[in-house]
């Protein structure tokens, strides 16, 4: 199982930005793809992000498209999201998460993954 830890975590007032990076380890085949997702309280944990890891083909949540990014770095094994423009609604937990199911397209459906991270808090104040 694929070993992810999140960094990146913080608070910042509504307009800013944060970037969380997930560092992988313990894999000997490289996860098909890798995404971003986040659960606030009382709230479903939802998909964000996601890449193919193969070609860098992203997938992200309507709710996000324009305001976040999400990038990878094979060499250092790590994936990336840039999150610009924040809002309140965008305070949450935000997990990593890999996974391989034979899909060619990125998925945002936690069912879809098998390994998690711990999370890392994001807190946007107004």
């Known amino acids: 199982q694929v070993r992810l830890v999140e960094s990146g975590g913080g608070s910042v007032q509504a307009g800013g930005s944060l970037r969380l990076s997930c560092a992988a380890s313990?894999?000997?085949?490289?996860?098909?793809?890798m995404g971003w997702f986040r659960q606030a309280p009382g709230k479903e944990r939802e998909g964000v992000a996601a890449i193919y890891t193969q070609d860098n083909t992203p997938n992200y949540a309507d709710s996000v498209k324009g305001r976040f990014t999400i990038s990878q770095d094979k060499a250092k094994h790590t994936v990336y999201l840039q999150m610009n423009n924040l809002t309140p609604e965008d305070t949450a937990m935000y997990y990593c998460?890999?996974?391989?199911?034979?899909?060619?397209?990125?998925?945002?459906?936690?069912?879809?993954?098998?390994?998690w991270g711990q999370g890392a808090q994001v807190t946007v104040s107004s």
């Open positions: 998460a890999a996974g391989s199911d034979g899909t060619y397209y990125p998925p945002l459906l936690t069912a879809q993954y098998n390994s």
């Open positions: 313990g894999y000997i085949y490289r996860p098909s793809y």
